[in-house]
């Protein structure tokens, strides 16, 4: 009997886990600072809405200059490849 109560703990521990599922991201932007690739690690259920937001969000380059997102053309998982050409080229000397 102890062995079934603590099974049903672990399940019942682990359901939020699957619900809140996180992915990494790796987004092609236009900004005011140029074109870059930029990561976010989101929730796999809110990629449309979070991608969405994205169009006006500031960031800060290397040199901590902040800059604004204007559009999104591509958002990828970290692991695959973008498909526009200009995306690929700049993703291949991107660091990780």
């Given at each position: 009997?102890?062995?079934?109560?603590?099974?049903?703990?672990?399940?019942?521990?682990?359901?939020?886990?699957?619900?809140?599922?996180?992915?990494?991201?790796?987004?092609?932007?236009?900004?005011?600072?140029?074109?870059?690739?930029?990561?976010?690690?989101?929730?796999?259920?809110e990629i449309k809405l979070n991608i969405a937001t994205l169009v006006g969000r500031t960031n800060k380059n290397n040199k901590g200059k902040t800059y604004y997102i204007k559009t999104v053309d591509?958002?990828?998982?970290?692991?695959?490849?973008?498909?526009?050409?200009?995306?690929?080229?700049?993703?291949?000397?991107?660091?990780?």
């Amino acid at each position: 009997m102890k062995t079934f109560h603590s099974l049903l703990l672990v399940l019942f521990f682990s359901v939020p886990l699957f619900a809140s599922e996180k992915q990494d991201y790796k987004c092609f932007v236009k900004s005011t600072d140029g074109d870059k690739i930029v990561f976010y690690r989101w929730q796999v259920k809110e990629i449309k809405l979070n991608i969405a937001t994205l169009v006006g969000r500031t960031n800060k380059n290397n040199k901590g200059k902040t800059y604004y997102i204007k559009t999104v053309d591509e958002c990828v998982t970290i692991e695959q490849d973008f498909n526009a050409i200009d995306a690929q080229k700049m993703d291949k000397i991107t660091v990780y």
